[in-house]
């Protein structure tokens, strides 16, 4: 008896523990009627004004991957295929596995006039990439929540029912095990974007230099689309490497993070 | 040399190149210890990361305890730097040889004709004086001009002065040029001897006759009859009167001049309707003898390309001699040329686009071996003579018999330059192909047809037909192998994927998840329950297996237990009561003290309660109590007390014995 008052404890605070999560899930949103305002624009055609729309959302705060989405595709079709990619880049952060976005950046990137040397990536490595990157960084967050929920609720079981303890410690590996995984792919992604946050060329040509300003050297130029990381600020200028290790000083609003 | 080079800096810093010779400059000047201090520098620091203003704020305090050591590591870098730098430095320099040469554009001349002699000093030099020249006594110099050039290489300077003499001779015969001679830094410098052979020419130049009539037997090429004897004229003529549609032709416009002018004259091109132009460079310029006069000619051309077929009048170019103070403006104006524009022959073939000219072709693909729907791209490269802009891509008709392929628009590319007075040039077609079947794809050649006019026919030529290995990609509609009788989609075109429909709410930008309180708390809340089960199950655990502590943690219980019996017995059967307050108190004992209840004694109670250092009235009032219960059980008359207060009085001993056990450390 007392032993169903104690299960009926824990249960309940599993339970809350849950609903915290996800009512913190649930998020604060905006309506989708400018959107649609800005769907109809593109649909005429008017590319340019569709993308001014869809910004117009971007600048109020709305950080929707469908929203960013539209807006790379309406710059592409006005031309624009820095800003392009960075909206697709963006979108992509947030529908990681959305079709669609993949398709059109890789069209995108197709176009794009640098022809970047990137290092040969081992199969294993890109698969690893792909793994870690199906889920977005909140959903990964959600995930080990729940996976820990689920974890401690096994071992308060194992410790309640002792004849079923080979069962609940089997789940348990099983459970800790995926949970270890997410943790380390969000500590991956978090490390990787903080070490060198990606950025895309969006001025049709940037001359990279070899410093902070005017004065300095010309090294190369890089054209709208490029795909760089961005190792240093300073000021206006940001200090970018390319996949090849090719390194230089662009003017930071030519070259915003992704 | 550096005294030159900062003076070129100081004139154009903007530049590119002199940037690059000012970082060069910079270190050449034996700056290398501060050069290499800030290599040191760079090499010790911490990569920052992009937020660097935290970066640099830590690394100071962290770095200083190491300093002294890490300076007395730097000054060991330092020094072996230092002797890497000066053995690499010294021979570097020891190289860089001075060389003084002489040349002559040719060795046998006419007497009418000019000879030029360039003496050159090329090398790593600071000083360069004048040359001195041998004394030429049959070799009058008529002019001379220098000209200075630098070149740096990976920080090697490299700088060249060239003299240029003009020079005449007084009359024929074989000379020798002595050897001239130069200081450059201080150092003597001298050429080899050169030796040149001179013909009698067919005007004697040594002395110029007066009068016009020996300019009528040797008119110079290409000078009109209007030549002379006068200061300034002007003419222009093309090489080839009667060209082919689109063959090219070059437009020569010539400007003699005998006197000096005050200003820069101005030429106004004609109108080349009718034509494709050109420019050529650079200008020729050269001296010739006309009418016992020397002008000086300057010769500026213009590649034309006919575009239609018929006579052609190019209307007259016009020179525009701005006047000085006293004189004004002076126009010179040509004759108009006419150019007769033949027609290509009639028998063309099917794909002749209109090129004229010698072309090759090219073509390849990058990469040979894709994935469906990975694209490749495919180049074309025309190059050749003629006129390249106005070429047609080979590779557009091919565009529909490629089913295997999406293909997109070509980018193009063109160069042109000029090879002496012809325009070559070259087109490059680029265009993204993709690939939407597995296999080995070929694609079919690319041809070209152009006209040759020094061939005077039409001819063609063919790219060899190029394979493409494309692997298996991911499955599409297009690329599942149908079965029989089925056909497969044929994908017109690709464009991007259309635009998502606005959902009716959105996603606002929030602070994450893992920002929130509530999703830490969501962390905390399991391992607490974790926590609160494991230390319940523990207890659980020992209740089970220690009969000491089970009883003891039952002991208060159960008593309470039988004390409530007892209270509810008083009124009704005063017997029981009085057993259960006996045995609430002796099981009481015996389960804390974990002895067996049937033999407790009186003695007994006394003895274990006086060990656990129970107060000696509470003891006597717990033996009280059971002497009492006894009593009113076997003698409930002569109790003389009631039940009802034997059990408060028991509940109350209970509790204090209860206080003074778990008091006690046992």
């Known amino acids: 008896m007392k032993r169903r008052r104690l299960t009926a404890i824990t249960l309940t605070l599993f339970l809350l523990a849950l609903t915290a999560c996800v009512s913190q899930a649930g998020p604060s949103t905006a309506s989708g009627a400018q959107m649609a305002v800005a769907n109809q624009r593109y649909e005429a055609g008017e590319f340019v004004a569709a993308a001014e729309g869809y910004q117009a959302l971007v600048d109020a705060g709305v950080r929707d991957g469908q929203l960013y989405y539209n807006l790379g595709n309406a710059y592409f079709k006005s031309g624009d295929l820095g800003r392009a990619i960075l909206n697709y880049r963006r979108a992509q952060r947030l529908l990681p596995r959305d079709g669609d976005v993949d398709a059109n950046l890789k069209l995108a990137r197709a176009q794009t006039r640098d022809r970047i040397e990137t290092e040969g990536e081992a199969a294993l490595v890109a698969l690893a990439r792909r793994i870690i990157h199906w889920l977005t960084l909140e959903e990964a967050a959600a995930v080990a929540l729940g996976l820990w929920i689920v974890l401690c609720g096994l071992v308060t079981g ?38 060198e946050p990606p950025a895309v060329v969006v001025a049709p040509e940037v001359t990279v230099r070899s410093g902070p300003g005017e004065d300095y050297l010309t090294e190369f130029a890089l054209h709208a689309g490029a795909e760089v990381r961005l190792i240093e600020q300073r000021g206006d200028w940001v200090r970018l490497v390319l996949p090849g290790g090719l390194q230089g000083w662009a003017p930071a609003a030519a070259v915003p993070e992704v | 040399m550096n005294a030159m080079m900062t003076e070129k800096n100081s004139k154009n810093r903007r530049t590119q190149i002199n940037a690059d010779e000012r970082r060069s400059s910079h270190l050449r000047k034996s700056a290398f210890i501060p050069a290499s201090i800030s290599a040191l520098f760079r090499f010790c620091r911490v990569k920052t990361p992009l937020h660097c203003s935290q970066g640099i704020a830590k690394f100071p305090s962290s770095a200083r305890p190491r300093r002294r050591s890490r300076a007395r590591l730097n000054a060991l870098y330092l ?9 690499l430095a010294v021979p570097a320099l020891a190289q860089d040889a001075v060389t003084f040469s002489a040349e002559v554009d040719r060795t046998t ?24 020249l041998p004394l030429m006594s049959d070799l009058n110099v008529v002019g001379s001009s220098r000209s200075s050039q630098f070149s740096m290489v990976n920080g090697v300077v490299s700088a060249r002065t060239a003299f240029i003499y003009r020079l005449q001779p007084t009359r024929s015969g074989n000379f020798t040029i002595a050897p001239a001679t ?21 005007a004697p130049t040594s002395t110029p006759q007066e009068g016009d009539s020996g300019a009528a037997p040797t008119p110079p090429p290409g000078a009109s009859g209007g030549l002379s004897g006068q200061d300034l004229h002007v003419e222009a003529d093309v090489t080839d009167p009667t060209p082919f549609v689109g063959q090219q032709t070059v437009y020569r416009f010539r400007f003699y001049q005998a006197v000096n002018l005050f200003g820069q004259p101005r030429l106004e091109w004609p109108n080349f309707n009718g034509f494709w132009s050109e420019a050529l460079t650079p200008n020729n310029v050269y001296e010739q003898t006309a009418g016992g006069r020397r002008y000086r000619v300057t010769e500026v051309r213009q590649a034309l390309f006919p575009t239609t077929a018929g006579p052609v009048t190019i209307p007259p170019a016009q020179l525009i001699i701005p006047g000085d103070f006293f004189n004004a403006d002076v126009t010179l104006n040509t004759d108009a040329v006419m150019v007769d524009v033949q027609p290509l022959p009639g028998d063309a073939p099917d794909d002749f686009g209109g090129a004229v000219g010698q072309f090759e072709i090219e073509a390849w693909v990058e990469p040979t071996e894709t994935r469906v729907n990975e694209p ?15 070429l047609t891509d080979p590779t557009a008709s091919v565009e529909e018999t ?56 039409y001819r063609r030529v063919e790219t ?17 192998p149908g079965g029989e009788g089925k056909q497969a989609i044929d994908v017109l075109g690709s464009d991007i994927r259309h635009i998502k429909a606005a959902p009716p709410t959105l996603t606002m930008g929030r602070a994450s998840l893992t920002a929130q309180p509530l999703y830490w708390l969501g962390w905390i809340l399991p391992i607490l329950a974790v926590a609160g089960v494991w230390i319940w199950e523990r207890r659980q655990r020992r209740l089970s297996s220690d009969v000491a502590y089970a009883r003891a943690q039952r002991a208060r219980r159960l008593a309470h237990k039988r004390l409530a019996q007892a209270r509810q017995a008083v009124g009704t059967d005063p017997d029981a009561a009085y057993a259960a307050v006996a045995r609430a108190l002796t099981d009481y004992l015996g389960d804390k003290f974990n002895l067996p209840a049937a033999g407790l004694t009186h003695d007994a109670i006394q003895r274990v309660l006086a060990e656990q250092a129970i107060p000696g009235d509470l003891i006597d009032r717990t033996l009280n109590c059971l002497t009492w219960a006894d009593s009113g059980r076997f003698a409930p008359r002569a109790a003389g007390r009631g039940a009802g207060a034997l059990v408060a009085e028991a509940e109350t001993v209970l509790t204090e014995l209860e206080d003074a056990i778990t008091q006690e450390p046992s």
């Open chain 1, 158 to 195: 194992a410790l309640l029912w002792r004849k079923r303890r080979r069962i609940g410690r089997y789940g348990a590996g099983a459970v800790a095990g995926l949970l270890l995984l997410t943790l380390l792919s969000i500590g991956v992604r978090r490390w990787d974007t903080g070490r």
């Open chain 2, 79 to 87: 020094l072996t730097l230092l002797l890497l730098l000066s053995t």
């Open chain 2, 109 to 132: 001349l006419s007497t009418d004709q000019l000879l030029t002699l360039t003496l050159t000093v090329s090398g790593d030099y600071q000083q360069v004086g004048d040359p001195q």
């Open chain 2, 182 to 202: 130069i200081s450059v830094d201080g150092t003597t410098y001298q050429t080899d001897p050169i030796e040149i052979q001179v013909t009698q020419g067919q």
């Open chain 2, 376 to 390: 490749v791209t495919l180049f074309l490269r025309v190059a050749g003579a003629g006129n390249v802009s106005t």
């Open chain 2, 402 to 457: 490629l089913t295997d392929w999406r293909v997109y628009d070509p980018q193009v590319n063109i160069e042109v330059g000029q090879d002496g007075e012809i325009i070559r040039g070259e087109k490059l077609f680029e265009r993204l192909l993709v690939p939407t079947q597995a296999g080995e794809l070929t694609l079919p050649p690319f041809a070209l047809s152009y006209f040759d006019p020094a061939a005077d026919k």
């Open chain 2, 464 to 480: 060899p037909p190029l394979t493409v290995q494309v692997a298996p990609g991911e499955d599409l509609p297009g690329t599942t």
